[in-house]
């Protein structure tokens, strides 16, 4: 993105490097406080409210408030994060990347105060992953060491959660819905309209392509030209060719033999 770019080049010097990194280790020593006090871990938690009473902490703590409190599930979930974030962040830069993060923790902390609900940082391991599968839909991910998934079906599976949300959910689940894609639209929304505009002209041409064969009298069966397409084209029976094959001009001197059984 140009106007990201250009962001960069004035204020990339305020780039938090390693962010990645930094969200995991937070997250580790909240989940050991939790252990040490579980009441910890409430205090953490971002709560419109008690920010605008005076704990504006828990603007920047719910950030670090791990996923899970089962350690197993925490380790792979937090395995996970740091290999498709350092992977967005090598690929992005650490300022792109700071950006990306920062967009979706305006959109939620913003939808939070709206709707008066606590928040916690889920949104970001599904913004994380959301992008690393749209840059890489076909590296495989090993759930839970052992199931080897590419990323692209998972992404698919949550896309079609988040589309059940905004059709079926409350007001409230579509808002917090948009609120956690956001960023993922702004940095990628240009490339998914590009994409379904070319499958749209692509499917076009080959309804076109097959009108002209269905339509036409003459068809090439090396190159598939028709004399719909072509109406200057001229077409011939190769006589060794069994089934009475036609070719064009092109190739009738320049194809391989097909014979029937």
């Not at 050991?32 to 828990?58: Q, Y």
């Not at 923790?105 to 391991?125: E, Q």
């Amino acid at each position: 993105m140009k106007s990201i770019d250009k962001l960069e080049r004035s204020l990339g010097s305020l780039a938090i490097p390693r962010l990645t990194l930094l969200l995991v280790v937070g997250q580790v020593v909240c989940f050991g406080l939790g252990l040490l006090k579980p009441e910890m871990i409430d205090r953490l938690l971002l709560h419109p409210k008690l920010v605008i009473e005076g704990e504006a902490w828990r603007l920047v703590t719910f950030l670090f408030l791990p996923p899970t409190s089962h350690p197993l599930i925490l380790f792979f979930a937090l395995y996970v994060f740091y290999l498709m974030g350092s992977a967005l962040e090598t690929e992005w830069g650490d300022f792109k990347f700071n950006m990306y993060i920062l967009v979706g923790y305006i959109a939620t902390v913003t939808a939070c105060f709206i709707l008066s609900v606590p928040a916690t940082n889920v949104f970001l391991g599904a913004t994380v992953f959301f992008a690393f599968a749209g840059l890489y839909p076909d590296f495989e991910l090993r759930l839970f060491f052992l199931l080897p998934v590419k990323v692209k079906y998972l992404a698919i599976i949550s896309w079609i959660g988040y589309a059940l949300a905004l059709v079926l959910g409350t007001w409230p689940v579509r808002i917090c819905a948009l609120a956690s894609i956001s960023n993922f639209v702004l940095f990628f929304g240009r490339n998914i309209v590009g994409r379904v505009a070319g499958v749209r002209r692509r499917i076009e041409i080959e309804s076109k392509s097959s009108m002209f064969r269905k339509s036409s009298f003459h068809t090439c069966a090396l190159c598939g030209v028709t004399d719909t397409m072509d109406p200057r084209m001229e077409f011939r029976v190769c006589s060794k060719c069994g089934g009475g094959r036609v070719y064009c001009s092109e190739h009738i001197n320049d194809h391989a033999h097909v014979t029937e059984d």
